[in-house]
């Protein structure tokens, strides 16, 4: 059974700086892999999709890599800003078009 | 317009009682799902249904039904509401001849007295 592990579970840093969201996941045998975007109470908007024959994918500040034999992801959010505090969910699409989310990690950036 | 809508958007009942949540889409697509999310966790997936003659169980389907009336709607019941089912229930679709990227509704947000 596929399991999809986020760390850190939350993290707090000053605006401006750089940052690292990690996604690991226990089967290698992916489709694709899905970096989402959570505010409070609201659904999850798709900011990344890498597919299991990419490196990586980037969308203006956001950079996602995959390493497919290793089992893991990262999620690097360039020069924070307030507006990215939200959850950020990394989950993986396995045969079948299954979807296994980690637990998510919850962002704060402060002013 | 929003692609993917969820109905009702909150809903806070009794113990015991019959709830439906419907999730429409204007996506074309023919894959849909139904997923909870607990407070801090992540998502786990209820039912799925690759068109409208397929459906399947997924993670968590105990004490839940689905029906899918059309392409574009698939709705989602309990049929007798327990308080551990109180979450936040999401609905999604995706085409299968895409990316595999799924497509989510804003939520429905249960609450279980």
């Known amino acids: 059974k596929q399991e999809v592990t986020q760390i850190p579970a939350a993290l707090s840093v000053p605006e401006g700086e750089n940052l690292v969201l990690n996604c690991s996941f226990t089967?290698?045998?992916?489709?694709?892999l899905q970096w989402f975007r959570q505010d409070p109470g609201k659904g999850l908007t798709s900011l990344l999709l890498?597919?299991?024959?990419?490196r990586e994918q980037t969308s203006g500040r956001l950079n996602a890599s995959l390493d497919k034999s290793s089992g893991r992801s990262t999620l690097y959010i360039a020069a924070s800003q307030p507006g990215d505090s939200a959850t950020y969910l990394c989950a993986v699409t396995n045969a079948g078009n299954m979807l296994t989310f980690g637990g998510g990690t919850r962002l704060m950036v402060k002013p | 317009d929003a692609d993917v809508t969820q109905t009702p958007r909150n809903r806070i009942t009794k113990t015991g009682k019959r709830i439906m949540l419907e999730c429409s889409q204007t996506k074309g697509h023919d894959r849909m799902y139904w997923y909870r999310q607990d407070p801090g966790l992540g998502l786990q997936l209820i039912y799925y249904s690759f068109d409208v003659k397929d459906i399947n169980k997924g993670e968590i389907s105990d004490g839940y039904s689905v029906s899918r009336q059309a392409q574009a709607k698939f709705s989602l019941s309990l049929e007798s509401a327990i308080p551990n089912q109180t979450a936040l229930y999401f609905c999604?679709?995706?085409?299968?001849?895409?990316?595999?990227?799924?497509?989510f509704g804003p939520g429905t947000r249960l609450t279980v007295l």
């Open positions: 089967d290698s045998a992916i489709y694709n």
């Open positions: 890498i597919q299991s024959s990419q």
């Open positions: 999604a679709t995706s085409d299968p001849s895409g990316a595999g990227e799924q497509f």
